[in-house]
């Protein structure tokens, strides 16, 4: 009976090892994405409505001794928003480009320490953090490891907050963008699908209950910073791609029909999700 246990355990070791370094290979192409498109990251991505902070910051009675922990923190956007609180944040992105962007739009915050960590392996001690907040990056984690992590850094009874900024496709020109995006798209409707997690968050929170808000965030662009806010998309293809230059014409184009005084307005709802584990 024993020689039977042993092959069988065995095998199931292999598979074990061979599913883990598929999940690690998978997050760290996830991770690389990123990679040479952190400038226009930084410089043309939409930030986040002022009535999103100002809820964040008084639901979770965020005080000077509190520790704030956001997870895929890019380019340091939101970090700079939550630094103003006072509290004590953590800034933690994978992504080498995307991390040094925040380390110098933060470094003016003595508050705020950015770091290498990922939402499956934060590093930080057990029952340390006062809040989670995950800003256009919850899609990119591994729900089930991500959950276990953060129980183990959180506080007791202290929440997650998860966000997301959604193209809304209501103008002319917003339905106009849409088709721009799915036509020259590298693999937009997998990122999407993913995204759509945020529909069905009753698995990650506690009991499946959540507060759930959104807030209407609307922004006005150049054509270069049109051109700039696609480039930073993931799954949009980046300067020197084949297709590189075909969007760009199609994005002139477009934009030359919509422009009013050189700019065209690209409007977002905003969505919140925020609960305990």
Not at 50 to 58: K, P, Q, S, V
Not at 116 to 133: H, Y
Request: some cysteine; overall charge positive; glycine content about 6%.
């Amino acid at each position: 009976m024993l020689l039977l246990i042993q092959p069988l355990f065995y095998a199931k070791l292999r598979i074990l090892g061979k599913t883990i370094s598929q999940w690690m290979k998978a997050n760290q192409e996830n991770i690389d994405r990123f990679n040479d498109r952190a400038d226009n990251y930084n410089k043309y991505r939409p930030g986040y409505p002022d009535a999103l902070l100002t809820f964040l910051f008084t639901y979770n009675q965020i005080t000077s001794s509190s520790c704030v922990l956001e997870v895929g923190a890019g380019t340091g956007i939101l970090s700079q928003k939550i630094a103003t609180w006072g509290c004590r944040l953590t800034a933690m992105e994978p992504n080498d480009q995307m991390r040094a962007k925040a380390q110098a739009a933060l470094q003016q915050f003595s508050n705020c320490n950015v770091v290498c960590g990922s939402a499956e392996n934060t590093g930080l001690p057990n029952e340390s953090v006062d809040l989670i907040v995950c800003a256009q990056a919850f899609h990119w984690f591994n729900m089930q490891a991500a959950r276990a992590e953060f129980q183990r850094i959180l506080k007791n009874g202290k929440q997650v907050a998860i966000i997301w900024n959604m193209r809304n496709t209501e103008t002319a020109f917003e339905q106009e963008y849409q088709q721009v995006i799915l036509k020259f798209s590298i693999d937009y409707l997998t990122v999407i699908k993913r995204e759509e997690r945020g529909n069905d968050l009753a698995t990650f929170f506690h009991q499946g209950t959540f507060v759930q808000k959104q807030f209407v965030y609307d922004t006005y662009l150049t054509f270069e910073q049109l051109l700039g806010r696609t480039l930073s998309y993931s799954y949009m293809p980046n300067t020197g791609h084949p297709a590189s230059h075909e969007m760009t014409k199609a994005l002139q184009l477009l934009f030359d029909q919509h422009q009013y005084k050189g700019l065209v307005g690209l409007s977002y709802h905003t969505k919140l999700f925020i609960g305990t584990l």
